[in-house]
Protein backbone atom coordinates (compact mmCIF):
# COMPACT_ATOMS: atom_id res chain seq x y z
CA UNK A 1 0.00 0.00 0.00
CA UNK A 2 1.42 3.37 -1.25
CA UNK A 3 1.64 5.64 2.02
CA UNK A 4 3.08 9.40 2.10
CA UNK A 5 3.43 10.62 5.34
CA UNK A 6 4.51 14.59 5.34
CA UNK A 7 5.94 16.44 8.15
CA UNK A 8 7.90 19.86 9.55
CA UNK A 9 5.18 21.93 9.16
CA UNK A 10 4.27 25.23 11.38
CA UNK A 11 4.45 29.20 12.12
CA UNK A 12 7.62 30.81 11.28
CA UNK A 13 8.17 34.34 11.16
CA UNK A 14 9.18 36.52 7.40
CA UNK A 15 12.40 35.63 6.38
CA UNK A 16 12.09 32.26 8.45
CA UNK A 17 13.69 28.77 7.33
CA UNK A 18 11.57 25.26 7.80
CA UNK A 19 12.46 21.59 6.43
CA UNK A 20 9.57 19.60 5.44
CA UNK A 21 9.75 15.77 5.28
CA UNK A 22 7.74 12.78 2.97
CA UNK A 23 8.17 9.83 4.70
CA UNK A 24 7.06 7.22 1.39
CA UNK A 25 6.23 3.05 2.23
CA UNK A 26 4.94 0.68 0.01
CA UNK A 27 7.26 1.33 -2.95
CA UNK A 28 10.77 1.69 -3.77
CA UNK A 29 11.16 5.83 -3.40
CA UNK A 30 14.32 5.82 -5.56
CA UNK A 31 11.75 4.47 -8.71
CA UNK A 32 9.57 7.40 -8.82
CA UNK A 33 9.63 11.16 -9.17
CA UNK A 34 8.23 12.89 -5.91
CA UNK A 35 6.29 16.29 -6.13
CA UNK A 36 5.54 18.92 -3.50
CA UNK A 37 2.80 20.98 -4.03
CA UNK A 38 0.69 23.27 -1.79
CA UNK A 39 -2.27 24.97 -1.04
CA UNK A 40 -4.03 28.09 0.08
CA UNK A 41 -6.88 28.77 1.28
CA UNK A 42 -9.74 29.67 -1.65
CA UNK A 43 -6.56 28.79 -4.33
CA UNK A 44 -6.03 25.61 -6.47
CA UNK A 45 -3.26 23.74 -5.99
CA UNK A 46 0.06 24.48 -7.53
CA UNK A 47 3.53 22.17 -7.88
CA UNK A 48 6.11 23.79 -6.27
CA UNK A 49 9.33 21.56 -6.68
CA UNK A 50 9.95 17.85 -7.88
CA UNK A 51 12.76 15.23 -7.92
CA UNK A 52 13.32 12.72 -10.29
CA UNK A 53 13.13 9.21 -9.84
CA UNK A 54 14.21 8.22 -13.22
CA UNK A 55 16.76 11.31 -14.47
CA UNK A 56 17.56 12.95 -10.99
CA UNK A 57 16.41 15.82 -12.12
CA UNK A 58 15.27 18.78 -10.05
CA UNK A 59 12.25 21.27 -11.11
CA UNK A 60 11.02 24.22 -9.47
CA UNK A 61 8.10 26.69 -9.65
CA UNK A 62 9.52 30.18 -10.65
CA UNK A 63 7.91 31.68 -7.32
CA UNK A 64 10.34 29.47 -5.12
CA UNK A 65 13.50 29.37 -6.97
CA UNK A 66 16.43 30.23 -5.44
CA UNK A 67 14.83 30.09 -1.96
CA UNK A 68 13.39 25.92 -1.70
CA UNK A 69 16.00 23.14 -2.47
CA UNK A 70 14.36 19.60 -2.10
CA UNK A 71 16.45 16.51 -2.14
CA UNK A 72 16.21 13.11 -1.26
CA UNK A 73 17.86 10.44 1.24
CA UNK A 74 15.81 6.82 -1.14
CA UNK A 75 17.72 4.80 2.00
CA UNK A 76 15.35 6.58 4.59
CA UNK A 77 12.84 6.44 2.35
CA UNK A 78 12.18 10.51 2.92
CA UNK A 79 11.91 13.49 0.27
CA UNK A 80 12.71 17.57 1.60
CA UNK A 81 12.10 20.32 1.16
CA UNK A 82 13.87 23.11 2.65
CA UNK A 83 12.67 26.20 2.95
CA UNK A 84 14.04 29.39 3.22
CA UNK A 85 13.12 33.16 3.07
CA UNK A 86 9.51 32.47 3.35
CA UNK A 87 7.65 34.94 2.70
CA UNK A 88 3.54 35.41 3.66
CA UNK A 89 2.67 34.18 0.23
CA UNK A 90 4.05 31.05 0.62
CA UNK A 91 1.36 29.99 3.61
CA UNK A 92 -0.41 26.98 2.77
CA UNK A 93 -1.02 23.43 3.75
CA UNK A 94 1.80 21.38 2.04
CA UNK A 95 1.72 17.73 0.05
CA UNK A 96 3.88 15.34 -1.17
CA UNK A 97 3.03 13.25 -3.92
CA UNK A 98 4.03 10.37 -5.87
CA UNK A 99 3.24 9.71 -10.14
CA UNK A 100 1.65 6.71 -11.00
CA UNK A 101 4.39 5.14 -13.19
CA UNK A 102 7.70 3.97 -12.57
CA UNK A 103 10.65 5.89 -13.94
CA UNK A 104 8.60 9.08 -14.88
CA UNK A 105 10.15 12.29 -15.66
CA UNK A 106 9.72 15.36 -13.32
CA UNK A 107 6.68 17.90 -13.67
CA UNK A 108 4.70 20.54 -11.78
CA UNK A 109 1.39 19.47 -13.20
CA UNK A 110 -0.90 18.43 -10.83
CA UNK A 111 -2.51 15.54 -13.39
CA UNK A 112 1.08 13.56 -13.17
CA UNK A 113 0.33 12.41 -9.58
CA UNK A 114 -1.73 9.29 -8.15
CA UNK A 115 -0.87 9.17 -4.66
CA UNK A 116 -0.75 12.12 -1.88
CA UNK A 117 0.16 12.63 1.91
CA UNK A 118 -2.20 13.98 4.25
CA UNK A 119 -0.76 17.49 3.95
CA UNK A 120 1.24 19.64 6.46
CA UNK A 121 0.42 22.63 7.38
CA UNK A 122 3.10 25.92 6.89
CA UNK A 123 2.43 29.54 8.38
CA UNK A 124 4.48 32.37 8.02
CA UNK A 125 3.13 35.47 9.69
CA UNK A 126 4.95 37.90 11.81
Known amino acids: QVQLVESGGGLVQPGGSLRLSCTAS????????IGWFRQAPGKEREGVSCTGGLDGGLYYADSVKGRFTTSRDNTKNTVYLHMDNLKPEDTGVYYC???????????????????WGQGTQVTVSS
Open 97 to 115: SRMFSQFSKCGLHRGLYTY
Open 26 to 33: GFTLGNYA
